[in-house]
């Protein structure tokens, strides 16, 4: 089963404008990921952000997380069409001494160049 | 580091046939992940292994799945037989703690 919904499922934005994708999920988390996947590859891992935090930043991401409301947001300021790619949130389930992440359905991005 | 590894890439194959996949985990990670995308039902925790042991695997869709990890740099994932709608690409990952790392995937079409 999956725990995370992304939204939107499909986003088109120009070069240079900024993207916002949500994550939403259902159960008491230790961690939440974001990653990233091109077309026919593997996927990547973006950045992890704790229970406890409230926003973390990387380069050009920004990730929010709101436990009270069980939501996140990944911003990508200032996009380029490379960042095109599906980007995807997972979050553990609180079962002890594991890791095990179960992901959402993704959001489709496509930045025009 | 080459990272996680899977062969083969693509896989061709006619139902009923054996199928296995192969995965070499990142060294020094002690958890592996097997996981099937499809674009109906996106990405499916179908087991894991935590120091070689397979923690859960209640992910696996049926019986003719199969997974193992007979040491801590090798796991495989066998559909015997196999059918149509398991067509999909299956993707290994590893994790020490925290993040996984993800191979390429296999390809996996079954005719």
């Known amino acids: 089963s999956q725990q995370g919904e992304e939204d939107p499922q499909a986003l088109s934005i120009q070069e240079g404008e900024n993207a916002t994708m949500n994550c939403s999920y259902k159960t008491s988390i230790n961690n939440l990921q974001w990653y990233r996947q091109n077309s026919g590859r593997g996927l990547v891992h973006l950045i992890l952000i704790r229970s406890n935090e409230r926003e973390k930043h990387s380069g050009r991401l920004r990730v929010t997380l709101d436990t009270s409301k069980k939501s996140s947001s990944l911003l990508i300021t200032a996009s380029r069409a490379a960042d095109t790619a599906s980007y995807f949130c997972?979050?553990?389930?609180?079962?002890?001494?594991?890791?095990?992440?179960?992901f959402g359905t993704g959001t489709r991005l496509k930045v025009l160049a | 580091d080459a990272g996680v590894i899977q062969s083969p890439r693509h896989e061709v194959t006619e139902m009923g046939q054996e199928v296995t996949l192969r995965c070499k985990p990142i060294s020094g990670h002690n958890s592996l992940f097997w996981y099937r995308q499809t674009m109906m039902r996106g990405l499916e925790l179908l087991i894991y292994f935590n120091n070689n042991v397979p923690i859960d695997d209640s992910g696996m869709p049926e019986d003719r799945f199969s997974a193992k990890m007979p040491n801590a740099s090798f796991s495989t994932l066998k559909i015997q037989p196999s059918e149509p709608r398991d067509s999909a690409v299956y993707f290994c990952a590893s994790s020490f703690v925290g993040y996984y790392t993800f191979g390429s995937g296999t390809r996996l079409t079954v005719v």
């Open positions: 997972a979050t553990d389930e609180r079962a002890s001494g594991t890791y095990k992440y179960i």
